[in-house]
Nanobody, 123 residues
Framework: QVQLVESGGGLVQAGGSLRLSCAAS????????VGWFRQAPGKERDVVAT???????YYPDSVKGRFTISRDNAKNTIALQMNSLKPEDTAVYYC?????????????????WGQGTQVTVSS
């Protein structure tokens, strides 16, 4: 049984930092692509960061230079370090994994999802 559980969300002031974590069970993350996505009310689910099995990462322009995705193979977890947070970063953040190794930026390409964790950035 595959399960992904996010943690670390909360309320933070603009300019602050948060670190999200995603713990996986029933699925080994080291050999496949994983990513973080976010969805604000009334908006589509968008990619925040991805990392493939070789360790190559991707970030959209909206978070590039502020967010960093990482993977801890020993703990079978992935993390998202978020710095210099802005009010527009407010959303529910989800971790996701693919069955395959290739990285993708569309949420439609991911097979396993967590329940999400709320991140709220106040101005």
């Amino acid at each position: 049984q595959v399960q992904l559980v996010e943690s670390g969300g909360g309320l933070v002031q603009a300019g602050g930092s948060l670190r999200l974590s995603c713990a996986a069970s029933g699925l080994t993350l080291s050999s496949r692509a994983v990513g973080w996505f976010r969805q604000a009310p009334g908006k589509e689910r968008d990619v925040v960061a991805t990392i493939n099995w070789r360790g190559s990462s991707y970030y959209p322009d909206s978070v590039k230079g502020r967010f960093t995705i990482s993977r801890d193979n020993a703990k079978n977890t992935i993390a998202l370090q978020m710095n210099s947070l802005k009010p527009e970063d407010t959303a529910v953040y989800y971790c996701a994994a693919r069955q395959s190794t290739g990285s993708r930026t569309s949420y439609l390409e991911y097979d396993y999802w967590g329940q999400g964790t709320q991140v709220t950035v106040s101005s």
